[in-house]
């Protein structure tokens, strides 16, 4: 059978979280960390996006094999490892560049995402907050920021962050895992 290649991009707080669960999901080829959505021209640096006045998100692309999974499972398990009822904030990590955000490469991805977000909306008591926006300009992270969990397992902030949302991807979507 040959290959459905598509790609996916979002953000869900901080990038190394979002890498780290997508990198076990079956199907997929590829997790780059990296910043979109921002309003400054030019690459911007962690630092700069750190500082929270870039409007950048972290984000991360996705490469995935849509023969193997679909973009609404990707958005599923998405949506359910990371609060998207939290504006602008995913745990102790608060600024715009941890926003909850979707950006779809073309209207069908469009059309899936919302009908997701409108799915899942009745999984929370509060109101799913997640951007949905065409993709903008994505530029990669440095290097020191891809593969992050698998190459910083023991560091305290995957032990205590990272961690509990693989937990939870393996209880709820362990069907969907290498």
């Known amino acids: 059978m040959s290959k459905n290649i598509q790609i996916a991009t979002i953000g869900g707080g901080c990038f190394w979280c979002t890498e780290a669960v997508f ?9 780059v960390s990296g ?12 630092r700069e996006i750190c500082s929270g006045l870039t409007g950048h998100a ?23 490892t990371h ?27 469009q059309k899936i995402a919302a009908e997701v977000l409108k799915q899942v909306q009745q999984y929370y008591g509060n109101k799913i907050v ?3 926006s065409a993709l903008p300009t994505f530029y990669i992270a440095e290097n020191e920021h891809q593969n992050y969990y698998r190459e910083n397992t023991r560091q305290g902030y995957c032990t205590y962050v990272i961690e509990p949302k693989l937990a939870t991807l393996r209880k709820l979507h362990a069907d969907k895992l290498n």
């Open 130 to 132: 997640t951007e949905l």
């Open 35 to 46: 910043y979109a959505g921002g309003n400054v021209p030019g690459k911007p640096t962690y």
């Open 58 to 80: 972290e984000v991360i692309q996705i490469t995935f094999d849509a023969n193997i999974v679909s973009y609404q499972d990707l958005l599923i398990i998405f949506m359910t």
């Open 83 to 109: 609060d998207p009822t939290t504006l602008n904030q995913q745990g102790a990590d608060r600024g715009t560049q941890y926003r909850s955000v979707i950006y779809y490469h073309d209207e069908q991805q």
């Open 23 to 31: 990198q076990k999901v079956k199907g997929v080829e590829k997790v």
